[in-house]
């Protein structure tokens, strides 16, 4: 149980342009998704609380004009990277809690490798 | 500010060489402790979640305890398959729902 798709698993675009990333929960309903981006040999860095029906909340220094979050159901939640440049190239991975939100485990997507030329 | 350490950064150790993995931690509360796996190019892995102070989780080879300060997750008489990074995040009580991170431990196993 608690099984959550990311698509795609990787993507190379050019700067410019923009990639949309799609997460869904499979086996559940995740009224709540969050969304880290992870550099080489670092940690995960949280970048938005996706909260289904309701604006995300950002963290703070990420702009949330340039990394668009959707969350129109309870098992799907987008991330758009807006005219993406090279500094954007990164590891995405999403990520909903299981039934109970505090308490409950993290489970996660198996991340997005975005690379923009 | 809720502060992960994880340490060592990197540990290669020989098949059947039993080790452990250190996790200090700072929240003003804590409501968890999570370890994870991480494989090259994969999203984390849940393994064990542990609550209060002198818990323990044991899941074939690993075995995780907690303190007030600090988690350990114990590799006993590891196989190659064991190989990979190994993150812990704490959800404090104030954090509405949010993990923090550490920034992992690699580990390598060779035959």
């Known amino acids: 149980g608690a099984v959550v798709s990311q698509h795609p698993s990787r993507v190379i675009c050019k700067s410019g342009t923009s990639v949309k990333i799609e997460c869904r929960s499979l086996d559940f309903q995740a009224t709540t998704m969050f969304w880290y981006r992870q550099f080489p040999k670092q940690s995960l860095m949280l970048m938005a609380t996706s909260n289904e029906g309701s604006k995300a909340t950002y963290e703070q220094g990420v702009e949330k004009d340039k990394f668009l979050i959707n969350h129109a159901s309870l098992t799907l939640s987008t991330l758009t990277v807006t005219s993406a440049h090279p500094e954007d190239s990164s590891f995405y991975i999403c990520?909903?809690?299981?039934?109970?939100?505090?308490?409950?485990?993290?489970?996660f997507g198996n991340g997005t490798r975005l690379t923009v030329t | 500010e809720d502060q992960v350490t994880q340490s060592p950064e990197a540990l290669r150790l020989q098949e059947g060489e039993s080790s452990s993995l250190n996790c200090s931690y700072t929240v003003s509360g804590l409501r968890g402790l999570f370890w994870y796996r991480q494989d090259p190019g994969k999203g984390p892995e849940f393994l064990f979640t542990l609550y209060s102070a002198g818990e323990e989780k044991e899941k074939e080879r690993l075995k995780a305890t907690l303190t007030k300060k600090e988690s350990f997750l114990h590799i006993t008489a590891p196989k190659p398959e064991d190989s990979a990074t190994y993150l812990c995040a704490v959800q404090a009580t104030d954090s509405w729902g949010k993990f923090q991170f550490g920034a992992g431990t690699q580990v390598v196993v060779t035959p």
């Open positions: 990520s909903a809690s299981g039934t109970g939100f505090f308490n409950s485990p993290l489970h």
